[in-house]
């Protein structure tokens, strides 16, 4: 079994600065992709942006610029550091990874809890 542990959220005034952590642990062998979705208020869970176990990441359109994604793979995390944050960034923050547990090429797929962001003046 695998945890994830978000930790970061909070309230923010526009224009200010957020940075996020998720923290895996149980079973790891390795992780393929680790990301970060955003739920808002009456809305689906979307991905934004995600980083691979090379390095490569990919955001969406409405974080572009404003948002770096990193990951420390001896440490299992991933990282989201938040700019310029805008009131529609409100919402539910989840981190998710694609887990693989042991040397065979099973892959599972695990959230976290979720951890609130806040962007109001």
């Known amino acids: 079994q695998v945890q994830l542990v978000e930790s970061g959220g909070g309230l923010v005034q526009p224009g200010g600065s957020l940075r996020l952590s998720c923290a895996a642990s149980?079973?790891?062998?390795?992780?393929?992709?680790m990301g970060w979705y955003r739920q808002a208020p009456g809305e689906q869970r979307e991905l934004f942006a995600a980083v691979y176990n090379g390095g490569s990441t990919n955001y969406a359109d409405s974080v572009k610029g404003r948002f770096t994604i990193s990951r420390d793979n001896a440490k299992n995390t991933v990282y989201l550091q938040m700019n310029s944050l805008k009131p529609e960034d409100t919402g539910v923050y989840y981190c998710?990874?694609?887990?693989?547990?042991?040397?065979?090429?099973?892959?599972?797929?695990?959230w976290g809890q979720g951890t609130q962001v806040t962007v109001s003046s």
């Open positions: 998710n990874a694609d887990v693989r547990p042991g040397p065979l090429n099973l892959h599972y797929n695990y």
């Open positions: 149980g079973s790891i062998f390795s992780i393929y992709v």
